[in-house]
């Protein structure tokens, strides 16, 4: 590695990643993509892939330390929180970088559920590190439903959840990549600011049930669950507890009317419209049909 990008992105062969870094090759950004495994590497140009472990702070020095700018992103695990503060910790010994934290939408560090609380410790130390920073709270990512929901669609044309009527703005993964581009690019004027990003429409189970039914032209039902119902299930497909609990307290939220605030972030920082659970649906098709 003779040079290195000023743009560093971790997380970079995920669901968010792969469109991120098509989004950067595309506006011809200098990207340093970083991944464990560079069998899940994708040549793409101005793209350089480095294999890199946040379990290691070793083996980021490489990658960060001519980085002007870089994308945070790791799968939840229990090791979640001390492998994002490896980079953190590394980035600071250099002193130039803006961090882009791909957050979420109820990040907490005083919250019961795993996920939520990581990403909120996560974020209190950056904000105290002295780094440049800003943060990406999505909500609800419409990309969830092509597993365990559209099985059930498939099999059974049912939609199993526990969030009764409440209503969600769900969210397309690629809009947080192409809001995640826009701010990597030019990251200063978005220095301390945190985005919540959703869809521009907030919608029940039962109104997304409705729409998958106009699709595919068969009647699809909303079953709603009990909280116990909904972790028996997940428990049968063989879901950690850490996220099942996760998954729930999102629900709970969802069920109680507190998840339904739609953010202007997505449309503001685009300039266009966030994709429609509609025009996703239609997009996915086979994988409901």
Request: net charge neutral; proline share 6%.
């Amino acid at each position: 590695m003779t040079t290195t990008p000023s743009l560093t992105v971790f997380g970079a062969s995920g669901r968010i990643g792969q469109p991120l870094l098509h989004y950067l090759s595309a506006a011809g950004i200098p990207t340093l993509a970083v991944t464990r495994d560079l069998a899940r590497a994708t040549p793409l140009p101005a793209v350089q892939w480095v294999q890199a472990d946040m379990a290691d702070p070793a083996s980021l020095a490489p990658v960060l330390r001519e980085s002007g700018a870089v994308f945070l992103l790791s799968n939840y695990s229990p090791s979640l929180v001390t492998e994002q503060l490896n980079v953190l910790k590394v980035a600071q010994r250099y002193g130039q970088a803006h961090i882009v934290k791909l957050s979420s939408g109820a990040a907490d560090s005083a919250a019961t559920a795993p996920v939520a609380r990581a990403h909120g410790q996560v974020e209190a130390v950056l904000r105290a590190s002295g780094l440049a920073w800003t943060l990406l709270r999505p909500e609800g990512f419409m990309q969830n439903w092509l597993t365990g929901l559209a099985r059930a669609v498939q099999h059974e044309r049912r939609i199993y959840e526990a969030t009764g009527e409440g209503r969600r703005p769900y969210l397309d993964a690629r809009d947080v990549a192409e809001v995640a581009c826009t701010i990597l690019a030019n990251p200063a004027p978005h220095a301390k600011q945190t985005y919540t990003l959703t869809g521009d429409e907030a919608l029940s189970y039962g109104q997304v049930a409705t729409l998958i039914s106009h699709v595919l032209g068969e009647p699809v039902t909303f079953v709603s669950q009990t909280s116990a119902e909904a972790r028996q299930r997940l428990a049968g497909f063989g879901v950690p507890v850490s996220v099942i609990d996760t998954l729930l307290d999102y629900a709970e939220c969802q069920r109680s009317g507190l998840a339904a605030r739609v953010s202007p972030a997505v449309a503001t920082l685009l300039n266009r419209p966030a994709r429609t659970v509609a025009a996703f649906i239609q997009e996915h098709r086979h994988h409901f049909a």
